[in-house]
C-alpha cells in the first residue's frame, strides 16, 4: 500500500497543529501533508485577526444514520497525488492545491443541494513547487530547492511569502499556514475524510479512499473549512539518479627543478552532493596527492627521475584515482611525465640508484645510447630482467670497470659492456667485465667489448645461462667459470683474442668449491694472445659439444690440476666434436692441439674423453698433436683419445708418459690413415 495516498487524519492533524508536514511512504519515497491558509489565526507577517477567526466546532450529534451516503453538508478533504518524474530542464513541475469549500459558500449551501454543483472558492489557491531531492535533505538545502506562490481570490497575482525555519515542508508553505485550536481541529478531522485524487482530476472523477461522515451542514462545513482549507500530498523522489564518470585529466608540464606536475582529474557527476577522491593506485616511484576540488599533484622521487634518464620507455608515472558520491564511484587512471635527471658525462649514480632500487621482479629496457661509468655498477634487485636494448655500459676506469650481478633470478640482454682494450691485466672481481654471481641468473646477447680482467667471471653461481656471449679483447679469460659454479649452460658464445683462455672453468684448491654440471655447447674460440682455446682445470661432470677452436697461443683443448695455480683434480671431462685449427702457435710453448696433465701433487686427472674431433694447423714448435703428461707424482686413469682426425705433419701423433694402463686411443687418423700408438 502506497501511504503516501493515506495520509489520513494523523497526517491533516499535524498540519492544523503547526507541525507542518506529514511525512509517511514506501519505495524510497516520502508523503508530505500540510494545511492550507485558514482566516481563523494571524498570518506570520500581519498583526491583525481576521474577521472570521472563530468557527463552530461541528455538531456530532447531527451525524447521518448512513455515513457511506453522500450529502450536501458533508466536506471532502482533497488529496492531489503529484508521480515523481524527473525535474524538467525547463521548469519544475508543479502542484496546484485549491481550497475544498469556501466558508461563505458552505454557509450559503441549503441541505438539499445536488452533490454535483460546485461552489467557486473565494479563499487563496496555493501553487506548491518543489524539486525531486533526497529525503535526507536538510531543512537548509531545502530553502533552496522549494517556492510556493499565494494567489488571491479574483486576482492573477500571486505573493511568496516568506518560509520560516522548521520542518522541510514548512520552508514551502508553512510561511502562511494558520493554526486551529485543538477543539476545533479534533472536531474537524473527527468529521474528515481523505481521498485519494489523481492529479489532474476533480473529485467527481475519482471514487473516494474513504466514505464521508456526514455532519451539520452549517456546522461540519465551517469547521472543517476553517480547520482545513485543503490538504495536499507530494509525493517527493529519492534522487536515484546520482552519477559519477571519469573524465580527461588535464596534465601539466614538470617543473623544470623538482619535476612535479599538477593537473585536474575532471571527473563529471550529476544529482546532489559532493564527491569525494581517493588514490586507489600509487605510482610505482613517487606519489601523487588528490585534493578536494580535483586536482592532483605528482611528485617523482630520486629513482623515478633517474629510471626516466636511462630507461627507453619508463619517463612516465602512472596512478589510479577513484571518485564518489554517494552510492555512484567511477576510477580513472592517469598518466604524468617524468622529468629525467639530466647526466652530464658519468653516469654511475644514476645507475647504480636504478640498479638498486627498482622492485623485484621489474623490467628495465635500457635507453639506446652509451652510458659512461667510473664505478663498479652492482645489480642486487633479484627478478630484475634488463634489455639492453642496444645500450652500452663503457667503463673509464679500468680498476673499477666491473658490472656485477649479485642477485638471484637476473636476466641481461641486448647490450653491450666496455672497457679499454688495452692496459695492465687485471685480476680483482672489481675488474672484471661482467661478473655473474647470483642463481639462476641468465645473460644473453650480450658482446664484451674490452676487459681489465675476464670478460664474464662466473663466480660461484648455480643454475646460470649464457647465451649468445661475445667477448672481444679481454685482458685474462674471455669466459671464466669458478669458485664452485655448477649447474650451468654456455651456448654459442664466442670469444675473440682473448688475453687468456678462451672459456675455462677453474677450480682452486684455497677457494674449497669445486666446480661441476657445466654444459658448454657450440663454442667458438677464435684466437688467445695467451692461454688455451677451451679448458677445465680442475671440476667434475664439465662437457664441451661441437667446439670450434682456432689460432690459440696455446693447446686448442687443455684439460689439467695445475700446480702452478694449485687447482683442484679432473674427473668426468667430455669434449665431443668439433675443429681444433692452428693451435700452439706461440713457438716458447710445449702444449700440442690437444693436452691432458696432471701436475699438481695428490690431485687426479680421471674419465677424461676427447673424441669426434679434427685437429690441423697445429704449429711446428708444438712437436705433438696430442699429449698426456705426469709430473709431481700426479696421476690419471681413464683418458680416452678416440675418432680424431689430424691433417699430415712432422708433429708426433701421441706424447705421453702415464703407463698404458690409464689410457686408451682407438680411430685416431693422420692425413686419413689409421694410426696405432
Request: charged residues 10%; positive net charge.
Amino acid at each position: 500500500m502506497d501511504m503516501t495516498l493515506s495520509i489520513g487524519r494523523i497526517g491533516a492533524l499535524a498540519v492544523a497543529l503547526g507541525i507542518g508536514t506529514a511525512v509517511a511512504g514506501s519505495a524510497g519515497c516520502i508523503g508530505i501533508a500540510a494545511a492550507a491558509p485558514d482566516h481563523a489565526s494571524p498570518s506570520p507577517h500581519s498583526k491583525t485577526e481576521h474577521p472570521t477567526s472563530r468557527a463552530k466546532a461541528p455538531d456530532h450529534r447531527s451525524r447521518p444514520a448512513n455515513p457511506g451516503s453522500r450529502t450536501a453538508g458533508s466536506v471532502k478533504a482533497h488529496v492531489t497525488y503529484v508521480k515523481p518524474v524527473a525535474p524538467a530542464k525547463s521548469a519544475t513541475p508543479a502542484a496546484e492545491v485549491k481550497p475544498a469549500v469556501s466558508a461563505a459558500s458552505a454557509k450559503a449551501v441549503p441541505a438539499a443541494r445536488s452533490a454535483n454543483s460546485v461552489t467557486r472558492p473565494r479563499a487563496n489557491s496555493v501553487k506548491v513547487q518543489l524539486v525531486s531531492t533526497p529525503t535526507s535533505t536538510s531543512a537548509a538545502q531545502l530553502r533552496t530547492l522549494s517556492s510556493v506562490s499565494v494567489s488571491s481570490p479574483g486576482s492573477g497575482n500571486s505573493t511568496t511569502p516568506t518560509a520560516p525555519a522548521g520542518s522541510p515542508l514548512a520552508l514551502a508553505i508553512a510561511g502562511w499556514a494558520t493554526r486551529r485550536t485543538s477543539d476545533h481541529v479534533d472536531s474537524a478531522l473527527s468529521s474528515a475524510s481523505i481521498s485519494a485524487v489523481p492529479s489532474g482530476t476533480t473529485p467527481a472523477d475519482s471514487a473516494p479512499a474513504t466514505q464521508p461522515v456526514a455532519l451539520s451542514p452549517t456546522a461540519a462545513t465551517d469547521a472543517a473549512r476553517a480547520a482545513l482549507t485543503s490538504i495536499t500530498a507530494v509525493r517527493v523522489q529519492k534522487n536515484t539518479t546520482a552519477t559519477v564518470k571519469a573524465g580527461k585529466a588535464t596534465v601539466g608540464a614538470p617543473d623544470g627543478e623538482t619535476g612535479v606536475v599538477s593537473g585536474s582529474l575532471n571527473f563529471t557527476t550529476t544529482g546532489t552532493g559532493t564527491p569525494t577522491y581517493s588514490v586507489s593506485s600509487q605510482p610505482v616511484y613517487g606519489a601523487v596527492t588528490v585534493n578536494s576540488n580535483g586536482t592532483f599533484t605528482y611528485t617523482p622521487s630520486k629513482l623515478a627521475r633517474d629510471l626516466s634518464a636511462v630507461s627507453a620507455n619508463q619517463n612516465t608515472a602512472t596512478f589510479t584515482v577513484v571518485g564518489s558520491m554517494g552510492s555512484a564511484s567511477a576510477s580513472q587512471t592517469v598518466t604524468v611525465p617524468v622529468l629525467a635527471t639530466t647526466i652530464n658525462g658519468d653516469s654511475t649514480a644514476v645507475l647504480q640508484n636504478v640498479f638498486s632500487n627498482l622492485a623485484a621482479g621489474s623490467t628495465l629496457t635500457m635507453a639506446s645510447k652509451t652510458f659512461y661509468h667510473s664505478g663498479v655498477l652492482r645489480i642486487t634487485v633479484a627478478g630484475l630482467t634488463i634489455n639492453g636494448n642496444g645500450s652500452t655500459l663503457q667503463a673509464t676506469n679500468d680498476a673499477t670497470s666491473s658490472v656485477q650481478v649479485l642477485a638471484d633470478n637476473v636476466s641481461v640482454s641486448n647490450m653491450t659492456f666496455g672497457a679499454n682494450l688495452t692496459g695492465a691485466r687485471y685480476y680483482d672481481m672489481q675488474q672484471h667485465k661482467l661478473v655473474i654471481e647470483g642463481n639462476h641468473d641468465s645473460v644473453s646477447n650480450v658482446t664484451i667489448n674490452g676487459s681489465a680482467g675476464a670478460g664474464v667471471f662466473v663466480y660461484g653461481a648455480g643454475w646460470f645461462n649464457l647465451s649468445g656471449i661475445t667477448v672481444n679483447s679481454s685482458r685474462a679469460d674471455g669466459i671464466h667459470m669458478t669458485n664452485g659454479a655448477h649447474d650451468g649452460t654456455v651456448t654459442n658464445s664466442v670469444t675473440n683474442n682473448t688475453g687468456d683462455d678462451g672459456i675455462a672453468v677453474v677450480s682452486y684448491i684455497p677457494d674449497g668449491k669445486i666446480c661441476y654440471n657445466i654444459t658448454i655447447n657450440n663454442p667458438v674460440v677464435n684466437g688467445t694472445t695467451w692461454g688455451r682455446g677451451i679448458s677445465v682445470v680442475g671440476g667434475q661432470n664439465i662437457t664441451y659439444n661441437n667446439i670450434k677452436v682456432s689460432n690459440t697461443n696455446a693447446a686448442g683443448v687443455y684439460i689439467a690440476a695445475e700446480p702452478s695455480y694449485n687447482t683442484m683434480g679432473v674427473n668426468g671431462v667430455v669434449v665431443n666434436g668439433g675443429t681444433v685449427t692452428g693451435a700452439n702457435d706461440n713457438p716458447g710453448l710445449v702444449h700440442g692441439a690437444i693436452l691432458v696433465y696432471s701436475g699438481n701433487a695428490g690431485q687426479t686427472v680421471s674419465n677424461v674423453t676427447i673424441e669426434n674431433l679434427s685437429v690441423s694447423g697445429t704449429g711446428d714448435a708444438a712437436e705433438r698433436q696430442l699429449g698426456l703428461i705426469l709430473e709431481n707424482g700426479a696421476t690419471v686413469s681413464a683418458i680416452k683419445f678416440a675418432n680424431i682426425s689430424i691433417d699430415k705433419s712432422s708433429l708426433l701423433t701421441l706424447y705421453t708418459n702415464a703407463p698404458k694402463s690409464n689410457y686408451t686411443t682407438a680411430g685416431l687418423l693422420v692425413g686419413g690413415i689409421l694410426v696405432q700408438v
